[in-house]
């Protein structure tokens, strides 16, 4: 088995595998995937530490890569033995048997812990609050629209109104801005 290397983008890298078939699959893989894929060039029998030694990844992203390799739907590695979980004593061969109806093939990576997935939700709270926070010191008063649409406007990452009315309650009820008296679609800032 032979992978010929692409570039493309800085994520995404392309492996040409040439079947026994002689039939020729393009793989779209990350860097960490290749790297691991590109062992079995000089080995056919590697243990979970031979890869973790030679590619240097640290051992939560290799135990994401091998099981997205050897567990997933599209299985290019063979795994002893043969469970769900990826453990230090695991040893793993190609997948000479590999056979898929298409050309191009993309293996993904499973969803990084949820814990991770927290950290970031919080963090965008805290940028959120932070941007409505600078707007309004800015402004003084605004009205619930305007106020919206320059949160769109100075936040670069995916968001909802939703999220943007939530972070808006929260600092109302933290008393950093205030509905206006006369109106309840006009924020006030508190200094």
Do not use: W
């Not at 040409?16 to 002689?22: A, R, T």
């Not at 994401?64 to 230090?88: E, F, M, V, Y």
């Not at 004593?89 to 590999?98: A, C, M, Q, W």
């Amino acid at each position: 088995m032979n992978f010929k290397i692409h570039f493309r983008t800085f994520e995404t890298v392309f492996i040409y595998f040439i079947n026994i078939l002689q039939a020729v699959k393009e793989f779209h893989v990350s860097l960490y995937q290749a790297l691991v894929l590109l062992l079995f060039n000089q080995h056919n029998d590697l243990s979970y530490k031979d890869i973790q030694e030679q590619t240097k990844i640290q051992p939560a992203e290799l135990q994401r890569t091998l099981q997205s390799l050897a567990c997933g739907k599209i299985r290019l590695l063979n795994k002893k033995p043969i469970s769900k979980d990826i453990n230090a004593d695991d040893r793993f061969t190609l997948n000479t048997s590999f056979e898929h109806k298409l050309i191009r093939i993309k293996i993904n990576q499973p969803e990084e812990n949820s814990s991770t997935t927290e950290r970031v939700v919080q963090d965008r709270h805290y940028q959120v609050d932070a941007a409505i926070v600078r707007i309004m010191k800015t402004r003084k008063t605004l009205s619930h629209a305007q106020l919206i649409s320059e949160v769109f406007s100075q936040l670069k990452f995916p968001l909802s109104t939703a999220v943007i009315k939530t972070r808006i309650e929260s600092l109302l009820e933290r008393e950093y801005m205030k509905r206006s008296a006369d109106n309840a679609n006009i924020y006030e800032y508190v200094a």
